[in-house]
């Protein structure tokens, strides 16, 4: 028996960075959405053991996040841990600010629960996966939410308007750990409108939420990843409402009210940009 699950990406319609805490970790306020681009995570009971199966470079010699978090699933549930082979069939581009390998995590996680712990409920689930990842939490709600102290505290809010998503990723990664640390070394002088856009959220107002898209990320981006700027502008010609990066980068992404003008702007994107998608809001998960 193979069990099957969707795991959608996320993009973030603002990133705020308010502090670093006592335990290392920033707090943040971000207003985070999924979207319909998604890997598929499938699991089969095997005889023992925990083998992951996927197109990526898998780390030699650690445990990777999705036996952590099957190990931190059965440990919590009370139960030992069963043989299992976890396959990833990705297609969010990986490394990208997305939340790809989160949301693997989150789909594997509800898999684990409707097969062998029914009754443990959401919260708990989502204790769970703070463990292996701050953005774990809310790839396993999904929807529209404000997300706050590392990303675990979270708060529904109205869906994102109708709309269409261009996301498109240049041909790099950018760690992280040198966002952080830049964002740390220099003054942030533009803030998202975090208050703002939960409001234009709640009025179902697509224009106010495009005027609000914000990520303080991108004040710290070094000088050699301009061509996020580049993928910015361009989405903007093709007729983008607005546009921001989703995470640390590097994907940006593009909103549109026409669903004709988006995959338009995706095909072209798609020329220079393999990794280019046209995609829409998807809501809660279940």
Same mark, same amino acid.
């Given at each position: 028996?193979?069990?099957?699950?969707? *795991?959608?990406?996320?993009?973030?319609?603002?990133?705020?960075?308010?502090?670093?805490?006592?335990?290392?970790?920033?707090?943040?306020?971000?207003?985070?959405?999924?979207?319909?681009?998604?890997?598929?995570?499938?699991?089969?009971?095997?005889?023992?053991?925990? %083998?992951?199966?996927?197109?990526?470079?898998?780390?030699?010699?650690? +445990?990777?996040?999705?036996?952590?978090?099957?190990?931190?699933?059965?440990?919590?549930?009370?139960?030992?841990?069963?043989?299992?082979?976890?396959?990833?069939?990705?297609?969010?581009?990986?490394? =990208? #600010?997305?939340?790809?390998?989160? /949301?693997?995590?989150? &789909?594997?996680? !509800?898999?684990?629960?409707?097969?062998?712990?029914? $009754?443990?409920? $959401?919260?708990?689930?989502?204790?769970?996966?703070?463990?292996? #990842?701050?953005?774990?939490?809310?790839?396993? %709600?999904?929807?529209? /939410?404000? &997300?706050? #102290?590392?990303?675990?505290?979270?708060?529904?809010? *109205?869906?994102? @308007?109708?709309?269409?998503?261009?996301?498109? +990723?240049?041909?790099?990664?950018?760690?992280? @750990?040198?966002?952080? =640390?830049?964002?740390?070394? /220099?003054?942030?002088?533009?803030?998202?409108?975090?208050?703002?856009?939960? /409001? &234009?959220?709640?009025?179902?107002?697509?224009?106010?939420?495009?005027?609000?898209?914000?990520?303080?990320?991108?004040? *710290?981006? @070094?000088?050699?990843?301009?061509?996020?700027?580049?993928?910015?502008?361009?989405?903007?010609?093709?007729?983008?409402?607005?546009?921001?990066?989703?995470?640390?980068? @590097?994907?940006?992404?593009?909103?549109? !009210? =026409?669903?004709?003008? =988006?995959?338009?702007?995706?095909?072209?994107?798609?020329?220079?940009?393999?990794?280019?998608?046209?995609?829409?809001?998807?809501? +809660?998960?279940?």
């Amino acid at each position: 028996m193979v069990w099957e699950r969707e *795991a959608p990406a996320k993009i973030n319609l603002t990133l705020d960075i308010l502090e670093r805490r006592p335990d290392g970790y920033h707090e943040m306020r971000m207003v985070m959405q999924t979207v319909s681009l998604c890997d598929t995570v499938q699991v089969e009971e095997t005889a023992e053991g925990f %083998r992951l199966e996927s197109a990526l470079h898998l780390p030699a010699g650690k +445990k990777t996040l999705e036996q952590q978090a099957a190990e931190a699933f059965f440990q919590a549930a009370g139960l030992p841990v069963p043989g299992l082979c976890v396959r990833l069939i990705k297609r969010t581009p990986a490394y =990208a #600010g997305m939340g790809g390998g989160s /949301a693997d995590v989150a &789909a594997l996680l !509800r898999i684990l629960r409707d097969h062998w712990c029914p $009754d443990m409920t $959401d919260a708990k689930l989502e204790e769970i996966g703070l463990t292996v #990842g701050s953005d774990v939490p809310f790839c396993l %709600r999904g929807g529209t /939410a404000l &997300a706050e #102290g590392r990303g675990e505290v979270l708060t529904d809010l *109205a869906p994102l @308007p109708p709309c269409w998503i261009v996301v498109c +990723k240049p041909d790099f990664g950018i760690p992280t @750990p040198t966002l952080f =640390a830049r964002v740390d070394d /220099a003054p942030i002088t533009c803030r998202p409108d975090t208050v703002g856009m939960c /409001a &234009a959220l709640d009025e179902g107002d697509l224009t106010g939420v495009a005027s609000r898209l914000c990520n303080v990320f991108e004040s *710290a981006l @070094p000088a050699e990843y301009g061509e996020v700027f580049a993928i910015k502008e361009k989405l903007m010609e093709l007729g983008a409402m607005n546009a921001a990066m989703s995470g640390s980068g @590097p994907t940006m992404f593009g909103l549109f !009210r =026409a669903e004709e003008a =988006a995959r338009q702007a995706a095909l072209a994107l798609q020329q220079t940009y393999r990794e280019t998608y046209c995609v829409c809001p998807v809501g +809660k998960l279940h």
